[in-house]
């Protein structure tokens, strides 16, 4: 099966620069876009990640993190610009379950089966995981849990990847969450890969100019060690030897032999140039 993606556009998020970038000392902060994905297929539906709950949610996570949405950025209205309403979904699938990930996913009857990584749910509830989890959210998949074919679990750190349909897989992320995963996507102008929130800045983290080639940057928000989540990320740039990289929190590039080749000057250089002056300060 060949998919077409049709990108959600579900509000932004503003945080305090620190919460992403390691070793950040100044106090900044920065704006950027929440989005999930609509791919379909013949009359396959299928939803990647619904981000937040509310606007007034994101207040949970503390550091002034504050929610922008207006009625057009809400998952139903995103999903109606392409003529889908929540029961015509066939699957939706997590990255992973932070509060800007799963946040409207109650949207969709238990005839939708939500798709999720088991080790992610596991976290969700581990008491480990802090305010990003919001109870609203994670009860609503317990209910799932109990609801024969509304959730599907998969095991990717003992899979190695799992397909969801055919053209459409999971493979564990590595990176960010415990639990988190990235979803594979063929398309007619090739390989897709959505790689939730490992990557938050392409240009920061993927383009730096003093980085050696193939190098990538961590972001400071991860609960792996750094050399898991540098790992991750490296392997990333390695999913195909040409893909798109769809990130949650920045816009697509082309991705060829490890290197960003196109889209990257589209990224966010606006809200990110303001941290390059600090770069080299940054511990990678
Ligand atoms: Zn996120």
Aim: charged content about 20%; aromatic content about 6%; glycine content about 8%.
């Amino acid at each position: 099966m060949k998919w077409t993606v049709h990108t959600l556009d579900l509000g932004e998020v503003e945080l305090n620069t620190r919460r992403l970038i390691p070793n950040e000392q100044k106090i900044d902060r920065m704006t950027f876009p929440v989005q999930g994905w609509l791919l379909t297929s013949g009359d396959t539906r299928v939803v990647i990640d619904t981000g937040f709950r509310s606007p007034e949610i994101l207040k949970r996570i503390g550091d002034a993190a504050t929610g922008i949405e207006t009625p057009e950025q809400r998952l139903s209205a995103q999903l109606a610009r392409h003529g889908v309403q929540a029961q015509d979904v066939h699957y939706v699938l997590h990255t992973h379950l932070h509060i800007d990930h799963a946040g409207q996913t109650d949207l969709f009857p238990m005839s939708t089966t939500v798709v999720i990584n088991r080790r992610e749910l596991e976290y969700a509830v581990s008491g480990l995981s802090g305010p990003s989890y919001p109870p609203e959210d994670i009860k609503h998949l317990i209910d799932r849990l109990h609801s024969p074919g509304a959730l599907w679990l998969l095991d990717l750190e003992g899979t190695g990847g799992e397909q969801i349909l055919p053209g459409l897989r999971c493979v564990a992320a590595g990176g960010h969450t415990e639990g988190s995963m990235i979803v594979i996507a063929e398309t007619e102008a090739g390989t897709v890969c959505f790689s939730g929130d490992l990557v938050y800045s392409v240009r920061h983290q993927l383009m730096s100019p003093t980085t050696l080639r193939n190098d990538v940057i961590v972001t400071s928000n991860h609960v792996v060690s750094r050399r898991s989540e540098k790992i991750a990320l490296k392997r990333l740039m390695q999913t195909a030897p040409r893909f798109f990289l769809y990130p949650s929190h920045d816009w697509p590039v082309l991705v060829e032999d490890g290197r960003v080749t196109e889209g990257g000057e589209k990224t966010l250089r606006a809200t990110m140039g303001r941290c390059f002056c600090s770069i080299g300060e940054i511990t990678q």
